[in-house]
C-alpha cells in the first residue's frame, strides 16, 4: 500500500515515512531523532522522503517523552478587556523563549478552580493567573506544585511571584488631573473585591487627603463590569452630584457614562469621568475615556520572565515586580463649570 501524501486526510507518521524512504520505522526514528546509526546516505533518503509526504515531528509528543511540555498556562477571566490585552503580550513573550501558551478562561458558569484544574491536567510547567481571585493560601499550595505568576493583583502568598501596577498611585494621577482642572466635589466608584479595588480605593483617599479635600470624600458601591457603573451613577444622581468621578475600571466608567448621558448630564461639561486600565475600550472614538494606563506589555514580560527564572532555577526566591502606571487624559475629563 502506498504511504498517503500531504493533504490526504491525515498527518503523516514514522511508519509512513518508513514505506516511502524503504527503511525500518526504527531507522526513521534515528534520522528524525538526529541520533546514531544510520549512515550519511540513508539520512538524505530518510529525510528527502519526509520532506515528500510532508511529516513534521511530534514536538509536543517529544517534549512530553523527556518529561517536558514547554507549554505556560493563563487562567484569564473571558470578560475582562484589560486581560485581553495582557494576552497579547504574553503570547510574543512566550513566542520569543521558545514557549507555548495554553488558555483557560473564568466564566460566569467555570470558576477559577475548575480553570486551573484545566491546565495542571494539560501538563503545563508554570502558571500566569490573570487577577485571579483565589484566597492566598490556596495560591501558595499550587505553588508548591509549580511556579505560578500572578498577574495586577497585589498578594501576599508563600513562593508566589507577583507582577502589578502601583493601583494607589494610579488614583493619586487621576485626583491630581481632577484637582488641576478646578475639581474639588470628586467621588469614587470603587470596584468592591475585585483585585486592586483596595489599593484604588486607598489611592483615592490618599490624594483626596492631600489636597485637603478629605471632607468631600465620596465613595460609591460599584465593581468591576458595566452594570455596576450603571448602578453606581444612578446612586450619584441622587441629591447632589460630585463634578468628577474616578472610577474602578474602564468597563464600569462605560456603564458610569451610559446612566450620565441618558440622564441628561454632559460629561464632561457637568460631569468629569476617569477609568483605569487605558483598555482598548477606553480608546473607541465615541468612548474617549480619560483613564490611567497600565503597561501591559511590560507586565507581560516581566510576569514571563519570572516564570521562566523559576523553572530554570528551583531555588529561585519569589518576588514582586511593581510597573508604575501613567494618566491618559481624552475626552472625559475637563474644568467643572
Request: hydrophobic share 45%; proline share 6%; glycine share 10%.
Amino acid at each position: 500500500m502506498a504511504a498517503p501524501g500531504p493533504g490526504e486526510g491525515r498527518r503523516p507518521t514514522l511508519a509512513d515515512v518508513a514505506a516511502r524512504a524503504g527503511v525500518s520505522t526504527a531507522l526513521v526514528s534515528i534520522v528524525v531523532r538526529e541520533a546514531p546509526g544510520a549512515s550519511a546516505a540513508t539520512r538524505e533518503r530518510v529525510l528527502r522522503a519526509a520532506r515528500e509526504i510532508g511529516y513534521r515531528p511530534d514536538a509536543r509528543a517529544r517534549l512530553l517523552r523527556a518529561h517536558r511540555s514547554r507549554l505556560l498556562g493563563v487562567v484569564f477571566e473571558v470578560q475582562g478587556t484589560f486581560h485581553g490585552d495582557l494576552l497579547g503580550g504574553l503570547y510574543e513573550a512566550a513566542e520569543a523563549a521558545g514557549y507555548e501558551l495554553a488558555l483557560s478562561a473564568v466564566t460566569p458558569s467555570r470558576d477559577e478552580a475548575r480553570a486551573v484544574g484545566s491546565l495542571l491536567s494539560d501538563r503545563c510547567e508554570a502558571l500566569v493567573l490573570l487577577g485571579p481571585r483565589s484566597p492566598a493560601a490556596q495560591l501558595a499550595e499550587l505553588a508548591a506544585r509549580l511556579p505560578v505568576v500572578v498577574v495586577a493583583r497585589a498578594v501576599r502568598a508563600r513562593g508566589v511571584d507577583v507582577v502589578r501596577t502601583a493601583d494607589d498611585e494610579g488614583l493619586h494621577l487621576a485626583v491630581d488631573h481632577l484637582v488641576g482642572l478646578g475639581h474639588r466635589r470628586i467621588a469614587h466608584v470603587d470596584g468592591g473585591r475585585a483585585p486592586g479595588a483596595a489599593e484604588r480605593r486607598r489611592g483615592y483617599r490618599e490624594a483626596m487627603a492631600r489636597h485637603g479635600l478629605s471632607a468631600e470624600v465620596r465613595t460609591v458601591a460599584g465593581g468591576p463590569a458595566e452594570d455596576d457603573g450603571a448602578a453606581a451613577a444612578r446612586s450619584l444622581l441622587e441629591g447632589a452630584p460630585p463634578t468628577a468621578v474616578t472610577v474602578f475600571n474602564d468597563r464600569c466608567a462605560t456603564g458610569v457614562l451610559d446612566v450620565l448621558r441618558r440622564a441628561g448630564r454632559s460629561v464632561p461639561g457637568d460631569v468629569s469621568v476617569t477609568g483605569y486600565d487605558d483598555s482598548r475600550l477606553a480608546r473607541l472614538a465615541h468612548v474617549d475615556l480619560t483613564t490611567v494606563a497600565q503597561d501591559a506589555a511590560r507586565m507581560a514580560s516581566l510576569a514571563l520572565s519570572r516564570a521562566l527564572a523559576r523553572l530554570e532555577r528551583a531555588d529561585e526566591p519569589a518576588g514582586e515586580e511593581v510597573v508604575p502606571p501613567r494618566l491618559v487624559v481624552r475626552g472625559t475629563t475637563a474644568p467643572p463649570r
